[in-house]
């Protein structure tokens, strides 16, 4: 069976990039990838308490549990789990603590303790990942988005634990749209087509996260995947015209000719607003079966 190249894309309403500078106690590389103070001080966060289980093991658990620390201020709490789901340490949920939560699953049926739990079977020692589901927030009426920042613990034992802490309403990272479109092209590459264009339209799975999700064009401009207009499939993008008459999938396919990947950015009509917004969209090349 042949392969065809195609197009693997997600994309994002942009507001104004917010740098950051150091925090302390923090490695500079676990940092680097983000570009927005609220993400870092996340990831600061769980990787301060990774070093501290790793060094304390479990009974790091009666500080993380302590209200008005760090480690326990809104909106920050932190949980801690086995590679097989089980719960050991969640101070809002102390119901959980011994039960497998496998089965727990958001608003889409995205089983996200599952996808946490999983990092802790990543080979690298300190193995991360981002999860990102939509759940109930006491302050809202409707559920929301919620990032959690998860790290593999590996005690001196050689016991593994996954801790992790999550927040609501947290920016879209560059870094977040990247991994996510490079997770998919892993997909494609280790379980073929049929199987990966079934994850991407699945809004349980990872590739659907903060509103946004991973889409795919073929080299003519037609959308294969749309998770936006599922009942529309082979929409022909190729002509689309931004707000000022640019046309953002020309754009695509003119950074590809030279590189494998792009940022390509287009004004968009945002309905309910006077004014356009700034999309950007990350493109990447790959390969599909006929």
């Known amino acids: ?15 104004g990039v917010m740098l950051a500078g150091s925090i302390s106690g923090s490695s500079p590389d676990k940092l680097s990838a983000y570009a ?41 709490y932190l949980f801690v789990y086995q590679p097989d789901g089980t719960c050991v340490f969640h101070p809002l949920q102390p119901d ?5 939560m496998s089965e727990l699953r958001d ?6 303790v599952q996808l946490v739990a999983q990092v802790g079977n990543k080979p690298e020692k300190d193995a991360i990942d981002w ?11 409707i559920p929301q988005w919620k990032s959690a920042y998860v790290r593999k613990v590996v005690t001196p034992s050689g016991k593994t634990y996954v801790i992790g802490s ?48 991973v889409f795919v064009l073929d080299t003519n401009g037609h959308a294969i995947v749309d998770p936006a207009f599922p009942t529309q499939s082979g929409r022909d993008l190729s002509q689309f015209e931004d ?22 950015q287009y004004l968009w009509p945002k309905p309910g607003s006077s004014l356009p ?6 493109v990447r090349k790959a390969r599909a079966g006929d």
């Open 1 to 15: 069976m042949g392969t065809r190249p195609i197009i693997l894309a997600a994309g994002f309403l942009a507001g």
């Open 36 to 76: 927005y103070e609220d993400t870092r001080r996340l990831v600061a966060l769980v990787e301060q308490a990774a070093k501290l289980m790793e060094e304390q093991v479990e009974s790091a658990f009666s500080e993380f549990g302590r209200k008005g620390s760090k480690w326990f201020t809104e909106p920050y």
């Open 96 to 100: 959980w603590v011994g039960k497998n």
């Open 107 to 112: 608003m889409n049926g995205k089983p996200m």
């Open 131 to 141: 999860v990102f589901y939509l759940f109930p927030d006491k302050t809202q009426l």
């Open 166 to 213: 999550g927040v609501y309403d947290i920016k879209m990272e560059k870094a977040f749209v990247e991994e996510r479109v490079r997770m998919a092209g892993e997909l494609l590459e280790s379980q073929g087509k049929d199987a990966a264009f079934r994850k991407f339209r699945d809004p349980a799975s990872p590739f659907v996260f903060l509103g946004t999700f």
């Open 243 to 264: 707000a000022v008459g640019r046309r953002p999938v020309q754009q695509i396919f003119e950074k590809l000719k030279n590189s494998d990947e792009a940022w390509v």
């Open 277 to 282: 917004s700034r999309k950007l969209v990350y």
